[in-house]
């Protein structure tokens, strides 16, 4: 099956919603658009100490309410995968990216991350 392409319409929803993450003060601390094997499409990953707090059905709630908040309509939302920030697939990520300057939109993809192999990806932000 062939992949879907990551567009900039995606990257710019991205954005939006990463910025309606931040002034909800969810500290997300990982955000990657991701293409990874155990899913057929496109993912936005992300890990906070503010997910990892309240567990998995809070964290996804947090992020509801925040994107509530923002205004961002649900035909907007994407796919959403939430990781705890101990996930060997983000501490890889942070491992090898944390310290670079502008990660930002960079390809960080064809690569193992922990058990994960993220076929593509382009990064928001990794810290």
């Known amino acids: 099956m062939d992949?879907?392409?990551?567009v900039v319409r995606d990257l710019a929803n991205g954005t939006e919603i990463l910025e309606?993450?931040?002034?909800?003060?969810l500290?997300?601390?990982v955000a990657v658009w991701a293409y990874l094997n155990e899913y057929p499409d496109w993912r936005l990953m992300l890990a906070s100490p503010r997910f990892d707090e309240v567990g998995l059905r809070g964290a996804f709630g947090m992020v509801n309410d925040a994107l509530e908040a923002g205004g961002i309509p649900?035909?907007?939302q994407p796919s959403i995968v939430i990781l705890k920030m101990s996930d060997k697939t983000i501490r890889d990520l942070r491992k090898m990216y944390a310290k670079w300057k502008g990660v930002e939109g960079r390809n960080i993809g064809s690569q193992l991350y922990g058990s994960r192999f993220i076929e593509e990806a382009i990064a928001y932000r990794i810290k």
């Open 3 to 6: 992949k879907a392409v990551l």
């Open 27 to 29: 500290s997300v601390r």
């Open 20 to 25: 309606a993450l931040d002034r909800a003060n």
């Open 74 to 76: 649900d035909e907007k």
